[in-house]
DNA sequence: CTGAAAGCGCTAACAC
DNA sequence: GTGTTAGCGCTTTCAG
């Protein structure tokens, strides 16, 4: 397949076969409503005919937009990023835009020179799960120089200005811990996760519960891990611990995972010995080793209310004020806190 | 964020402060050898000077080139395609290419949507892991008349004119199948996929397997499924049978996880009473109840070959013969056969 | 090596 | 209702 055996039918040629200006086809084509009746149907039939097909290039060009919005994520891979992806798509498709998909690889550095191509592309606006360091602007700065919007989705930046849309990190710490605390658990250790916003969250929420159930436990009860290989490591140290821990609250699923790996391969009991938590809702937790319970984020959702915003800012003449958005989580309880 | 503070930098505008002409700044941004060293030195003082920015919907429409490639899958939310999404942007990114990525939701209706969309914003080239029934050839056709280069994956349509790049199904069926044989199973169940390619080669290769070790299996040792529930299922079905399999291969990763849940949650051990075998090695597979058995498709792989036939057919002037590339697998041996 | 001319296919704004 | 006039910002082609 070389070259176009029958090159693309234009405006033009549309136009030329029906003695018509193109002007009318172009407003019969975006459904202009200044247009006769008899016009429209005679243009409608021969685009039909000739199979005419808009070149959404030429128009982004001439309209001075594309219709198309960027959406940066840290890694594709992950499940929660491809549920985000659609939600999104499901509620701009139906406005008539596109999204680009990128994925940034959990480095500032790619995530910036992928934020610049988009730009580059005239993106109508951007959708952005950041991997800038959290206290840096400089990313921002220059989207906000192109005026072009854009809505930060599940990690908070407080310097940028713009809306963000994620789910309520600490609430959801809360509801793991009070959740343990519920099944019986005394000695409640915290599996958390890398210094961004939700790990953050979750831990404040962690230690709010603990707080306010008057439990103290030693700073060894606080481990760090980002996937399942170092949540196992973080589990088998806190295995190692003196008075053994009773409850294990990992920050995502996949850290929780490894944790109750590693549980199991020691020989203690899930959940008689030790109850297991963790946050996300994967869609495999209910097949894994022990059913683990967690906290479903609403990434759909988040998704969904993201690209809404994005498309009211894109929309709206004025400029609107930077809502914040918080998604309801949900427990998910499983065999592991039985 | 509104408007643009400030209106973006054009050609024109560079050109005009070094009064030089649109077409040598022009030149100097495509890196074209025919320009001045001192002149080039000037234009990208400027350039970056004023922070230039090209801008590549004009450069899309004056070139015929948007340098964008479509890739549309049937979920987004299955890592295994999200790796292929990431094989694909790996290889393509160098070489100025950006990709956008579409959910087809499993429906040949949606896809052949996606499609249209991304011709109509004149993409470069396409890669399909196609919803379409088998044997249809409609979507193919509009492709191929519109010239535009496409390469199909995951799923084979041997009517559409294009290159092929996807996991070698019947092979893994056989290795499979084998591996459970070797590992003493002589009764072996095996729970298919959906009718389309990938199932039916693995089924295939199960068959072959079965055959070439002279095994007779009843055909009531032959189930459907495409997910966990399903694969939970037919689980259910399969443990009802007398006499029992004692090995089950599970089409893709979720079905047999799903069925694993079934055989477990029926009191029958795994691996003593029953092994299991997965395909896909999801990045869950080693948490599993038992961890599960499973053959790599090599998914990243098949997205960096499927770009780089794609990337060759559009650079190169003559039509190329369809080649079809089959990735190897490998075999990965976990709890659930030992 | 440099630049002028001529669009790419479409749309905004305003006349008729 | 319809058509005209001007581009959008860039690249192609080809003459200097």
Redesign the pocket.
């Known amino acids: 397949m070389p070259q176009p055996p029958t ?2 039918v ?3 040629d549309i136009a030329r076969e029906l003695n ?5 086809v ?2 019969v ?2 459904e202009c409503a ?3 009746a ?3 149907r005679k243009v409608l039939a021969k685009i039909k005919e000739m199979n005419y097909q ?2 959404w290039v ?2 982004s ?4 937009r594309t219709f198309i919005i960027g959406l940066v994520v840290p890694d594709l891979i992950h499940s929660f990023f491809g549920e985000i992806a659609k939600g999104v798509a499901a509620t701009i498709r139906p406005l008539g835009y596109d999204v680009v998909i990128c994925d940034s690889e959990e480095n500032g550095g790619v995530e910036t020179s992928e934020v610049e191509r988009l730009l580059a592309r005239q993106v109508d606006g951007l959708l952005i799960a950041s991997a800038q360091p959290p206290s840096s602007t400089d990313l921002f700065e220059r989207i906000e120089a192109r005026g072009v919007p854009y809505v930060l989705i599940d990690r908070r930046f407080p310097l940028a200005q713009a809306p963000y849309v994620g789910a309520d990190d600490e609430e959801m710490g809360r509801m793991a811990t009070r959740h343990l605390i519920e099944r019986g658990c005394r000695r409640i250790a915290h599996i958390a996760g890398p210094p961004l916003t939700p790990g953050a969250g979750r831990l404040k929420g962690y230690r709010e519960a603990l707080a306010e159930a008057r439990m103290q436990v030693p700073d060894s009860y606080l481990e760090h891990a980002h996937d399942d290989a170092s949540g196992y490591e973080a589990a088998r140290r806190l295995l190692a611990l003196d008075p053994r821990p009773d409850g294990i609250f990992g920050y995502n699923d996949p850290a929780a995972s490894g944790a109750m790996k590693a549980v199991l391969e020691a020989g203690v009991r899930i959940p008689e010995e030790i109850k297991v938590m963790g946050v996300g809702n994967v869609h495999y937790s209910d097949l894994l080793r022990v059913p683990l319970s967690t906290i479903d984020q609403g990434a759909a959702s988040i998704g969904r209310q993201a690209a809404g915003i994005l498309i009211g800012t894109i929309t709206a003449k004025r400029k609107r004020p930077a809502r914040t958005i918080l998604i309801k989580p949900t427990l998910i309880a499983r065999e592991s806190t039985r």
Chains 1, 2 share one sequence.
């Open positions: 090159p693309p234009r405006l033009k018509v200006s193109v002007m009318t172009s407003k084509v975006r200044d247009v006769g008899e016009t429209r808009p070149n030429a128009r060009l001439a309209a001075r």
